[in-house]
């Protein structure tokens, strides 16, 4: 094991397997946990019980396990990179807040939804459901956005700018972009997951969703290119690159085909693979800084400055070699086991 690891800190650049690493986990959490946000930022559109019960449910075995890539994405920035999550986690502190008690109602809207019959009950919690998804999902964009733009940073790293300089129009057009997303993600998922009448419905709406996540997406690619021109500067230096912008187009652009042939778990495979190549050319961008300071670029967090030692990184590469194939083949059990169509009984939501 000594040999091993003493091999991982001569030979590997720890410092971008680890920025790669962390993309993944979050990259994980953005396919996962989007189709269940996506599936709650529709809930409302559904009118009768029984309709609302099967959004619920084709979501109910999944989503607090979903939601597990976000926490050890989390923690694996504040192990490999500590400054960064100090720097962000401070800065978007009213964010992030807002982010959690997001998720928090949301979770608490599963809950206890089916424990009471009463109309008003149910409705209340199914408008905290919705609320809570959409809001989840406009912040983590926002976030990105951020990211992206740069935010102010002092010499020390330090974030000295307010909640409301984050609520820009850039940053704004990213969260609403990935609400869009999610709401494509989520309808597919939807689609697969049920049968009958509502199935139809939400087969129809899936155009929808996806000319609005176009709409949205066409603009923040503009946007990108004219106020963000660091963000394609790997593809410009690199051609090669730009096969991922290729497979991204591709892949969005293959999901109405697999609609149109009813082909949903294809439909949400290309959903899915439009996520991974989105948020890796957003990973290409940034790299290899982890946080943008703007106006003083020089002031910006990579993978250098604001990394552990390589001591700490080699050990962590070690856990997360042992680590994440368990992770993985727990996430694929559970999908395997709640495969299929959604079935309500007595104990469902």
Same mark, same amino acid.
Request: glycine fraction near 8%; proline fraction near 4%; hydrophobic fraction near 55%.
């Given at each position: 094991?000594?040999?091993? *690891? ?17 993309? #993944? ?46 926490? +050890?994405?989390?923690?694996?920035? *504040? ?24 998720? /928090?109602?949301? @979770? ?8 009471? %019959? ?8 199914? $408008? ?9 999902? *406009?912040?983590?964009? #926002? ?24 609520? =820009? &129009? ?6 609403? +972009? ?9 309808? $597919? ?20 969703? /996806?000319?609005? *996540?176009? $709409?949205?997406? @066409? ?40 609609? =149109? ?42 993978? $250098? ?12 590469? #070690?856990?997360?070699?042992?680590? #994440? %194939?368990?992770?993985? @083949?727990? +996430? ?13 009984? &007595? =104990?469902?939501?």
């Amino acid at each position: 094991m000594n040999d091993f *690891f003493q091999y991982l800190l001569q030979h590997l650049d720890l410092n971008a397997i680890w920025f790669v690493l962390i993309g #993944v986990l979050f990259t994980g959490y953005a396919a996962l946990d989007g189709f269940d946000l996506g599936v709650g930022a529709l809930h409302l559109f559904t009118k009768t019980d029984k309709e609302r019960r099967l959004m619920l449910n084709s979501i109910g075995p999944v989503w607090d396990g979903n939601e597990v890539w976000l926490v +050890t994405g989390g923690g694996a920035l *504040f192990a490999a990179f500590p400054e960064v999550y100090a720097t962000v986690f401070s800065g978007f502190y009213l964010a992030f807040m807002l982010l959690l008690c997001s998720l /928090i109602f949301r @979770a608490v809207a599963i809950e206890f939804r089916s424990k009471q %019959p009463m109309l008003w009950w149910r409705r209340m919690w199914d $408008i905290c459901f919705a609320l809570g998804s959409i809001l989840s999902a *406009f912040l983590i964009g #926002v976030a990105l956005g951020n990211i992206a733009w740069g935010i102010p940073l002092d010499k020390d790293f330090e974030f000295s700018g307010s909640f409301l300089g984050l609520l =820009h &129009p850039y940053a704004l057009l990213m969260g609403v +972009t990935t609400v869009a997303l999610f709401m494509m993600h989520g309808c $597919i998922y939807a689609t697969m997951k049920t049968e009958g009448p509502l199935h139809e419905k939400l087969r129809g709406w899936i155009n929808n969703t /996806i000319i609005f *996540f176009i $709409i949205c997406y @066409a603009t923040a690619t503009v946007a990108t290119l004219v106020y963000l021109p660091h963000m394609s500067e790997k593809l410009k230096q690199t051609p090669w690159f730009f096969v991922l912008a290729i497979l991204n187009m591709l892949a969005i652009a293959n999901i109405p085909r697999e609609v =149109h042939h009813k082909r949903d778990l294809m439909a949400f495979a290309s959903s899915c693979a439009a996520m991974v190549t989105l948020m890796g050319l957003f990973g290409l961008g940034m790299f290899p800084n982890l946080v943008l300071s703007n106006p003083n670029p020089e002031h910006s967090m990579n993978i $250098i400055n604001s990394a552990s030692s390589h001591k700490t990184l080699g050990i962590m590469l #070690v856990i997360a070699i042992l680590g #994440v %194939p368990v992770v993985l @083949a727990y +996430t694929a059990s559970i999908y395997w086991i709640f495969r299929g169509k959604v079935k309500l009984d &007595p =104990h469902s939501y």
